[in-house]
């Protein structure tokens, strides 16, 4: 069974309500955690590129990324979970991984199951929520996320229209 359906939560993937590139974070986070991504990207095979600036790097040990000097560029992680889904995880800080989806990639119940799942292995991974906000939209409002306690990805807000 799917933790979401697309007709219950469309609206939430609707790029001209929610901005194109929605925020996806992880609050609360370790090196550890940051380590555990990467290693989770390696582990499941997935397709990755990591960039800082114009250049494509192997990818670095996460302490090794986290602590670059503060004027350095900041690097990205391009993960593409299948072919034509990405997901692009920056290094702002240690304490917060951040990533964006692009919404016209994930249209429908599958791509919205794929979604979930990808959410849902991170989550599962580290112990943590891992949730969506709008792009640019305040922490307070989250719109959807993986619940450790419920171990899938659930409604943190009304759908935006019905």
Known sequence: MADL?????????????????PDVRVANALVEDWQAVLDLVAEKGWKYQYSQGDGVLPVPRAEATLSRSAD????????W????????????????????????????????DLFCGFLTVIGRRLGKPVVMYCEGGPPSHPVLGFDV?????????????S
């Open 72 to 79: 350095a560029e900041c690097p990205d992680l391009r993960v």
């Open 149 to 161: 306690e419920s171990d899938q990805v659930v409604l943190l807000a009304k759908p935006l229209v």
């Open 5 to 21: 359906r697309w007709d219950d939560v469309s609206s939430f993937f609707d790029p001209d309500l929610m901005g194109s590139l």
């Open 81 to 112: 979970p299948t072919a034509d889904v990405l997901a692009i995880f920056r290094f702002y800080s240690v304490e917060e991984i951040d990533f964006d989806v692009d919404l016209r990639e994930l249209q429908g119940q599958e791509r919205l």
